[in-house]
């Protein structure tokens, strides 16, 4: 234990020290420069006998020995010196003033070997002597006022916060990868992220520009190509998914089992987009099928019924469209069974339209609270149940969405290993809020074939999720896993999942996948998954400083390991996340923050060989319109027909 009686003797050991230095280098000069003294008449007999007495030690054997010696007793004294710390001091001026010092100090040795007065070359040397010795006693005063223990080094909290990452390639014949480099420490490590089981679902989020599609999706595209997947593509920026996917199937059509197929559906060039039924009668079994394909629609076509669900004014529209689809599921064994006669329907006069439905014996109870309505002349009721529906369907009535939804160029079950397809659908940004419900409805649809038991292995590519609508999302990722399913969903921020699915909905989707892979993005997203991510040991350090003593503190701590503010300043990709494990393949390390790796100028000379999407037909403007008024005339003779057969038997019972 350090007292003060202590501190008091070991200064006066250091004064002592320091005082015989000084005493040494006075003798030296003395002895050295003896002619010069006594030229000047200061010299004593009993300094005379005492240097005999040194010189018989051999301390003034040379001049360089003393000097070291002196030089030595010195530094011993600032050893153990404590100056008072100065948190503004820095080396610069500390390395000027022992390097000036020591240049002084032992470059003056040379005028003593030098011809020339006696005692001018005396004054020289001690002078010169003199000023190294104080100059390199200021650097070493200084030295201790200095504060050794750097604090601001790592402002930013980045080596603390760096942890180890997988750095071994994990592979099976379903998982996906990608290269990565993460900084340990002070050094820079390549790694792997390795999605060895996608079937638990995969999130992938990041704000405008941190670079999803580049370095994730389009790379993720790819693998599962080359692995022999089967696919479903959203691709929200028609073509940028699509054109690759295209190409990317063109160059391995020899990995799968059977060579699949490539559809793409795209409202706005109809010459390159094939034809689809999402209301394909063979694939709708029962009226539930029909009440989820409504559901799914008019919730795309208004997103403010999804938070509504449940009110009796929205699930009126709802009921009143189950009617409407199963009917013309039942009628003619499916004849009609289209979106666009669905609509068309729809426009019917009630007295007319009512009446026709109302012949369907699974739909009655649907029915009957419109028929009631209406004979009740509660207008206002019926207009306010049926409406909002009509107006919403009716913002779907055009020539080139009819074209494309009355096809049946293909089915939607993509994994049927006899007829495995890649199938692209493209959205309009100008056109989300109109092509995002119906994209929605063939999501349904297909999501209700793919799984199921015994089929190939398959992907659900979704980018900009939140633009489409699926109400049983969660329930897809938590059952097709043992189904072989992998659904990939891209958004940008966890905000617009909850503004357009609801707060309870988005939640639950956003916890129940297992993989994660999130660029920059900002508030709430970048608290949640910093939660998500969890802690770390992490070092701490505290400074104290007093006058004559400096006190570390060091500590450890659990400390968030990406915080919220790391995330939120991500460079474009960089990208942080977690990857799920098999319990027959145990990945310890599956949390990552890393850069990574996509080589561009490769990936951009790629595309530019890529090869345009192909011409399905050279439809005319004239054969659109040709089935748009052939649709309304299906749904008048339809209409007509069956008031006729009506009539026939209010007839026949009337006799």
């Given at each position: 234990?350090?007292?003060?009686?202590?501190?008091?003797?070991?200064?006066?050991?250091?004064?002592?020290?320091?005082?015989?230095?000084?005493?040494?280098?006075?003798?030296?000069?003395?002895?050295?420069c003896y002619p010069a003294f006594v030229q000047w008449k200061l010299v004593w007999k009993i300094t005379n006998s005492f240097l005999i007495n040194i010189e018989h030690t051999g301390l003034f054997s040379s001049p360089v020995k003393s000097k070291i010696f002196a030089l030595m007793l010195l530094i011993i004294s600032l050893l153990g010196a404590q100056g008072r710390k100065d948190e503004k001091a820095t080396w610069k001026p500390i390395v000027i003033w022992i390097t000036t010092g020591l240049f002084l100090y032992g470059a003056s040795i040379a005028l003593l070997t030098m011809n020339g007065p006696v005692e001018l070359l005396a004054c020289l040397y001690i002078l010169l002597s003199g000023i190294g010795f104080a100059a390199i006693l200021t650097g070493g005063v200084r030295l201790t006022r200095l504060i050794k223990q750097n604090l601001s080094g790592d402002i930013f909290n980045d080596l603390n916060e760096s942890f180890p990452q997988e750095e071994r390639w994990i592979t099976n014949e379903y998982a996906i990868h990608f290269t990565g480099r993460y900084r340990l420490k002070d050094k820079k490590r390549?790694?792997?992220?390795?999605?060895?089981?996608?079937?638990?679902?995969?999130?992938?989020?990041?704000?405008?520009?941190?670079?999803?599609?580049?370095?994730?999706?389009?790379?993720?595209?790819?693998?599962?190509?080359?692995?022999?997947?089967?696919?479903?593509?959203?691709?929200?920026?028609?073509?940028?998914?699509?054109?690759?996917?295209?190409?990317?199937?063109?160059?391995?059509?020899?990995?799968?089992?059977?060579?699949?197929?490539?559809?793409?559906?795209?409202?706005?060039?109809?010459?390159?987009?094939?034809?689809?039924?999402?209301?394909?009668?063979?694939?709708?079994?029962?009226?539930?099928?029909?009440?989820?394909?409504?559901?799914?629609?008019?919730?795309?076509?208004?997103?403010?019924?999804?938070?509504?669900?449940?009110?009796?004014?929205?699930?009126?529209?709802?009921?009143?469209?189950?009617?409407?689809?199963?009917?013309?599921?039942?009628?003619?064994?499916?004849?009609?069974?289209?979106?666009?006669?669905?609509?068309?329907?729809?426009?019917?006069?009630?007295?007319?339209?009512?009446?026709?439905?109302?012949?369907?014996?699974?739909?009655?109870?649907?029915?009957?609270?419109?028929?009631?309505?209406?004979?009740?002349?509660?207008?206002?009721?019926?207009?306010?149940?049926?409406?909002?529906?009509?107006?919403?369907?009716?913002?779907?009535?055009?020539?080139?969405?009819?074209?494309?939804?009355?096809?049946?160029?293909?089915?939607?079950?993509?994994?049927?290993?006899?007829?495995?397809?890649?199938?692209?659908?493209?959205?309009?940004?100008?056109?989300?809020?109109?092509?995002?419900?119906?994209?929605?409805?063939?999501?349904?649809?297909?999501?209700?074939?793919?799984?199921?038991?015994?089929?190939?292995?398959?992907?659900?590519?979704?980018?900009?999720?939140?633009?489409?609508?699926?109400?049983?999302?969660?329930?897809?990722?938590?059952?097709?896993?043992?189904?072989?399913?992998?659904?990939?969903?891209?958004?940008?921020?966890?905000?617009?999942?909850?503004?357009?699915?609801?707060?309870?909905?988005?939640?639950?989707?956003?916890?129940?996948?297992?993989?994660?892979?999130?660029?920059?993005?900002?508030?709430?997203?970048?608290?949640?998954?910093?939660?998500?991510?969890?802690?770390?040991?992490?070092?701490?350090?505290?400074?104290?400083?007093?006058?004559?003593?400096?006190?570390?503190?060091?500590?450890?701590?659990?400390?968030?390991?990406?915080?919220?503010?790391?995330?939120?300043?991500?460079?474009?990709?960089?990208?942080?996340?977690?990857?799920?494990?098999?319990?027959?393949?145990?990945?310890?390390?599956?949390?990552?923050?890393?850069?990574?790796?996509?080589?561009?100028?490769?990936?951009?000379?790629?595309?530019?060989?890529?090869?345009?999407?192909?011409?399905?037909?050279?439809?005319?403007?004239?054969?659109?319109?040709?089935?748009?008024?052939?649709?309304?005339?299906?749904?008048?003779?339809?209409?007509?027909?069956?008031?006729?057969?009506?009539?026939?038997?209010?007839?026949?019972?009337?006799?």
């Open positions: 234990m350090s007292t003060g009686e202590n501190e008091q003797d070991l200064r006066k050991i250091l004064d002592m020290t320091r005082m015989a230095a000084i005493c040494l280098l006075l003798l030296h000069c003395y002895y050295f390549n790694s792997f992220i390795n999605i060895i089981n996608p079937f638990r679902g995969f999130l992938v989020t990041g704000s405008p520009g941190a670079g999803k599609s580049w370095f994730i999706i389009l790379p993720l595209i790819k693998q599962q190509i080359e692995k022999g997947y089967a696919m479903f593509i959203y691709d929200f920026k028609y073509d940028d998914l699509t054109k690759a996917a295209y190409n990317w199937l063109l160059q391995n059509k020899h990995k799968y089992a059977v060579s699949p197929s490539f559809y793409a559906i795209n409202f706005d060039d109809l010459s390159r987009s094939h034809r689809c039924n999402p209301l394909d009668p063979d694939a709708m079994h029962d009226i539930t099928d029909a009440t989820e394909s409504a559901r799914t629609i008019l919730m795309g076509l208004n997103r403010e019924w999804i938070k509504k669900q449940g009110d009796f004014f929205i699930e009126s529209p709802i009921n009143f469209l189950t009617a409407i689809i199963w009917f013309l599921r039942k009628y003619d064994n499916g004849r009609y069974c289209t979106l666009p006669h669905v609509i068309e329907l729809m426009q019917a006069e009630y007295d007319e339209l009512l009446p026709v439905l109302n012949t369907e014996p699974e739909i009655e109870v649907l029915v009957n609270p419109f028929i009631t309505a209406f004979q009740n002349d509660a207008m206002e009721q019926l207009e306010g149940q049926v409406a909002s529906a009509k107006i919403g369907m009716a913002r779907l009535a055009s020539p080139q969405l009819y074209w494309v939804l009355s096809g049946n160029d293909f089915t939607l079950d993509i994994n049927n290993p006899e007829k495995p397809k890649i199938v692209c659908v493209g959205n309009n940004p100008e056109k989300q809020s109109i092509y995002g419900a119906v994209l929605s409805l063939y999501i349904s649809r297909l999501i209700k074939i793919v799984n199921k038991k015994g089929k190939q292995k398959c992907s659900l590519v979704f980018d900009e999720f939140p633009t489409i609508f699926f109400n049983n999302m969660d329930s897809l990722i938590a059952t097709a896993r043992s189904n072989k399913v992998a659904t990939t969903l891209a958004m940008q921020d966890f905000s617009q999942l909850r503004k357009d699915y609801g707060k309870e909905q988005a939640d639950v989707i956003i916890n129940i996948c297992g993989n994660i892979i999130s660029g920059q993005v900002t508030g709430d997203t970048a608290k949640t998954l910093s939660e998500r991510f969890g802690k770390i040991m992490q070092d701490r350090e505290s400074l104290s400083i007093n006058r004559t003593d400096t006190s570390i503190s060091r500590s450890k701590q659990l400390d968030a390991a990406i915080p919220a503010s790391k995330i939120a300043a991500l460079s474009s990709g960089e990208f942080v996340g977690m990857v799920a494990d098999n319990p027959d393949e145990k990945i310890k390390l599956k949390m990552f923050h890393a850069e990574i790796l996509n080589d561009t100028e490769q990936m951009n000379a790629e595309m530019k060989t890529f090869k345009n999407i192909p011409v399905v037909n050279k439809v005319s403007q004239q054969e659109i319109m040709d089935n748009y008024f052939q649709i309304k005339y299906d749904i008048r003779q339809l209409i007509a027909a069956e008031i006729e057969i009506l009539l026939e038997k209010k007839k026949v019972n009337a006799s």
